[in-house]
């Protein structure tokens, strides 16, 4: 129970979070983007914000035996820069920029009951459904 | 180059309510609040689908208690047409199911975490993005 609590807690405050910013907003995003235009720093800002709070803690309480509300920590172990995160995170940049969305303020702008956000989000996850069908046909094992 | 809408103070109060839910997410249930895998889990994945719900429902509520408690509207344009959209879309999902991470995973979860993954993923889509503003903004 506690931990539903957690996840809807921290989901309202990322939120919050990205009100607070106008990072929920594609057209401040894409003025950071525009670097080699009127370029707006902003979203820098948040990065630190964010990394200056959690860096922290994850030092903090990384190698404690478990968290509050859940049986252990679960933390990506893959330490490769293979193909996959290349490729991956090259695909997304593009994507990214095209609109200024990505996936956390996309979705948090669906209460702003924008259309568009709403077609951005159903093709978001038409794209991890794809890319899950794909890996199954072409990439038997990872 | 030439600075305009600048707003580091806002930008940081932001940053550090993001900080906020992403220490909350990992000392209370151990994981880490990105967002791609978040979503992609609650889609494809049985194993914590209602903790995954939970916080996409809170993602989505964040921006109304916002609006309801600071009586602010919230700036918000798009001006991309549907077919770049739908096509933004699609690369973002293959992308970040791909390269196992987003702005939240990599670009703030995973730099706290100093993994070097995450640093290389996050300079790579910074500058593809960009790239793409430059060549079609």
């Known amino acids: ?12 405050i990322f939120g919050v979070g990205l009100s607070v910013s106008n990072m929920i907003n594609p057209e401040k ?9 009127l370029w707006d ?43 996959n995160l290349i490729i991956g995170s090259g695909t997304f940049g593009i994507g990214w920029g095209m609109v200024g969305f990505c996936p956390g303020p996309a979705i948090s702008s669906l209460a702003l009951l924008n259309t568009y956000s709403v077609f951005f989000v159903l093709s978001m996850l038409g794209g991890f459904l794809l890319t899950k ?7 038997p094992t990872q | 180059m030439n600075i305009i809408n600048f707003t580091p103070i806002s930008a940081f ?10 220490i909350l997410f990992f000392v209370g249930n151990g994981r880490l609040a990105g967002v791609s895998g978040i979503v992609n ?14 916080f996409i429902v809170g993602l989505i509520l964040g921006p109304i208690f916002y609006v309801f408690f600071t009586k602010n509207n919230i700036p918000f344009l798009i001006t991309s047409s549907l077919p770049i959209i739908i096509t933004a879309g699609f690369l973002v999902g293959i992308g970040t199911k791909i390269g196992r991470g987003c702005t939240s995973g990599h670009g703030i ?9 995450s640093i290389i993923a996050t300079i790579i889509f910074m500058i593809t993005a960009i790239i793409t503003v430059k060549l079609i903004g």
């Open chain 1, 1 to 12: 129970m506690m931990s539903k609590i957690v996840s809807c807690i921290s989901g309202i």
């Open chain 1, 29 to 37: 995003v894409l003025g950071f983007l525009d670097l080699f235009g």
């Open chain 1, 41 to 83: 720093p902003s979203l820098i800002f948040v990065m630190i914000g964010a990394i200056i709070v959690s860096a922290p803690v994850f030092f903090l309480f990384r190698n404690k035996n478990k968290p509050l509300f859940a049986d252990n920590f679960s933390i990506p172990t893959l330490k490769s820069i293979d193909k």
């Open chain 1, 133 to 139: 069908l794909i890996d199954r046909i072409i990439i």
């Open chain 2, 13 to 22: 109060a932001g940053g550090l309510l993001i900080g906020l839910a992403v």
């Open chain 2, 41 to 54: 889990n609650a889609l494809v994945s049985k194993q914590n689908r209602t903790d995954n719900f939970l």
């Open chain 2, 109 to 117: 979860c995973g730099i706290s975490l100093l993994s070097l993954r």
